[in-house]
């Protein structure tokens, strides 16, 4: 396990899921408060995923040119700053046009009905 993340489970864990996956969190945020693109969470996570690879390289002596560990943090934290985005994006949508829209689940909105 530690050849294909090029980190150890524990470094792992604390700095792609705790630390970067807090960053990832408040960046779907920011996208979404922002009405920004859905498609702009695929560029900031891997930048993400850059930064995590370099820290984990230089304060716990991993792989830094890991492709396998930069995929698989990329892929972690893009769908992080995604889940964000689509729970904020909801919210904003049926705070903002609560005439137009109810939530339907915590990931989407339908229209409300006559009445």
């Known amino acids: 396990m530690d050849q294909l993340l090029g980190t150890t489970v524990p470094v792992f864990i604390g700095m792609t899921v705790g ?28 930048m993400l995923a850059l930064g995590d690879r370099f820290l984990i390289f230089a304060l ?11 995929v698989i943090d990329a892929m972690a934290l893009i769908a992080l700053t995604a889940l964000s985005y689509r729970l904020i994006h909801v919210r904003k949508m049926v705070s903002q046009y609560p005439w137009l829209y109810e939530t339907a689940g915590p990931f989407n909105w339908r229209e409300r009905g006559p009445g």
Do not use: H
Not at 19 to 46: E, H, I
Not at 60 to 70: A, Y
């Open 19 to 46: 630390l970067f996956g807090f960053a990832a969190y408040m960046t779907g945020q920011a996208l979404a408060n922002t009405w920004q693109p859905v498609w702009k969470v695929v560029p900031y996570g891997v």
């Open 60 to 70: 716990f002596d991993g792989e830094l040119l890991s492709l396998t560990g930069v």
